[in-house]
C-alpha cells in the first residue's frame, strides 16, 4: 500500500478519537500562559503513545519526538522536521450551543487552538505508527501564548530548535471563510510584523482661558495623529503594504484647563523589515518636529513585537504540489494579498525554512457568521482530517530530501 493511503487509512481509523480530545480541550480552554491542564493532557497523550516529549517548554509547551527508525540515505536536506499548533484560548464568553461548549466562564477556544492542537495530536500517533517507514526526526511543538506574548520566540529560547537541529516547520490555522475540504496557500509575505506605539506629549497645562500661558498637548497630538496617516500615502510605495494604527489617546484633566500632557498608543505594521524600519523611523521623526514646533517635548517609544511571517518558496512549492496530489487542485486556494495580521509562527520562520497554510471550516451549515475571534465560531471538525494529512505527508516528504 502507498504510504499516502496507509495515511488515510490511519487517519480514518483515529478520527474519532481525535475529534474527542478536540472536544476536551474546548470545553476546557486556558487563556495564554495559563495552559497548564492542555499541557498535562498534551503530555499524557504523547506518552501514552510512545512518544517521548518534554514540557514547560516556553512556558507551558510540550516538545514531542519522533525518530524514524528506517535506515538514512545520504545528502539528506533535513535532519529534522518540525509542526506546531498553537494551544492557547481567547477571554471570549462562547454563544454556540453545542454539547462540549466551554465550561469555562468568558474563556472560549474562538480562534480554532484546540482544533490545531488536536489535529498535531492525530498527527503524531500515526508518524509514531508509521517510524519504521521513515528516516529522520519529527519534532512536535504544541505551543503556549500565541495570542499575547508570543510562545514561539520563548520555546525557541528554550531550545526547542535544537538537538537535532530542526531545517523546517509547518504549521496550519483554521480559516472560517473558506469551505470544508479546502487547503489556502500564501506565497512568500503572509503576516505582518508588528511593533507597539507609544508617544509621549509633554507640552504645558494651564487655565483654559488664557491657552497662551500654556502648550496644549491635545492640539499636538492631533496633529501627531494626523500626520502619521501621510507616512503611508507619502513615504511607501503604493504597492508596498504597511499601517499606523493611533488606537488610545489619552489627555486632559478638566475641561477649563488645557492639557499639559498626552498619551498616544497602537501599532505599526508592515511585510518586511525594510519597511518597518521606514516605518519606524518616520514616526519618530514626525512626532518629534511637531512637537518642537508647538514648543513641546516627544518621547516616543517603539517596541518590536512579531516579525513579518515570510512563507519560503522551495518548501512551500512542495507543499502545494502535496495538496494537489492528495486533496485535488479544485480544492487549492490562494490568498490573494498578504494579510497585516501577525502570528508568532514567524520567529520559526526566521529560524529555518516554513510555511503556513490555512484549513476551510466552513460546513455552511451554520446559522450564524463564522469568524475567528466570534463567541458563535464552531468550526466542522471534518477539517481535522486534511489537516492531519498535510502534517503527516509533508513532514514525511521533507525528511525523504
Known sequence: MAIAEKVKQLIAEHYDEIVEIRRDFHMHPELSEQEERTMNKISEYLTAWGIPNKTNIGGHGVVGIIEGKAPRAEGYKYEAVGIRADIDALPIQESADVPFRSVNDGVMHACGHDMHAAMLLGAAKILKTLENEFAGTVKLFFQPAEETVGGADQMIKDGCMEGPAVGAVLAFHVAPYLPTGTIEFCRGKMNAATCDLNIEVEGVSCHGAHPEGGIDAIVVGSQIVTALQSIISRNLSP??????????????????????????????????????????????????????????????????????????????????????????????????????????????????????MNVGTNSGKEEHPQNIHNEWYNPDEEAMKNGMLMEVLGALNLLAK
Do not use: W
Open 239 to 356: 504597492t508596498n503594504a504597511g499601517i499606523i494604527t493611533v488606537g488610545q489617546f489619552h489627555a486632559g484633566v478638566k475641561d477649563n484647563v488645557v492639557a499639559g500632557s498626552a498619551k498616544l498608543t497602537g501599532t505599526i505594521r508592515a511585510l518586511d523589515p525594510v519597511t518597518m524600519n521606514t516605518l519606524k523611523t518616520r514616526v519618530t521623526a514626525t512626532a518629534e518636529g511637531i512637537c518642537a514646533g508647538y514648543g513641546a517635548k516627544a518621547h516616543v517609544t517603539l517596541v518590536d513585537g512579531y516579525p513579518a511571517l515570510i512563507n519560503g518558496d522551495e518548501i512551500g512549492a512542495e507543499m502545494e504540489a502535496l495538496a494537489e496530489e492528495h486533496i485535488g487542485r479544485e480544492n487549492i486556494v490562494f490568498m490573494a494579498e498578504p494579510s497585516l495580521g501577525a502570528d508568532d509562527f514567524a520567529f520559526f520562520t526566521q529560524m529555518c525554512d516554513g510555511v503556513y
